[in-house]
């Protein structure tokens, strides 16, 4: 059974970091692709940030030089370090993964099975 628990969110000020973690467990294959996705009041669901079992990592123009995505196989961990934070990143934030690699679109919904329940950022 696979479970995906987000923790780091919070309530921050514009300019200001956040730290999300998202360790995995029971998925045996290590061919697989995780992602951030958030979600805002009034927005539809949208991809932040992935990376493939390859450490190739694919950013939303939006976050791009902000954020940074990690992968800790070992452990499994999917980390999303956040910095310079602006009151359009606030929403509610998720782990997913898609068991697959090499997704031809890494940042659609549509290829990750399991999720999170998400974790809230706040900026303000």
């Known amino acids: 059974h696979v479970q995906l628990v987000e923790s780091g969110g919070g309530s921050v000020q514009a300019g200001g970091s956040l730290r999300l973690s998202c360790p995995s467990s029971g998925f045996r294959s290590r061919k697989y692709c995780m992602g951030w996705f958030r979600q805002g009041a009034d927005k539809e669901r949208e991809g932040v940030a992935s990376?493939?079992?390859?450490?190739?990592?694919t950013y939303t123009d939006s976050v791009k030089d902000r954020f940074t995505i990690s992968r800790v196989i070992g452990d499994s961990t999917l980390s999303l370090q956040m910095t310079d934070l602006k009151v359009e990143d606030s929403g509610m934030y998720y782990c997913?993964?898609?068991?697959?690699?090499?997704?031809?679109?890494?940042?659609?919904?549509?290829?990750?099975?399991?999720w999170g329940a998400g974790t809230q950022v706040t900026v303000s």
């Open positions: 997913a993964l898609a068991p697959r690699v090499a997704l031809s679109n890494p940042l659609s919904a549509s290829y990750y099975r399991i």
């Open positions: 990376i493939d079992i390859d450490g190739t990592t």
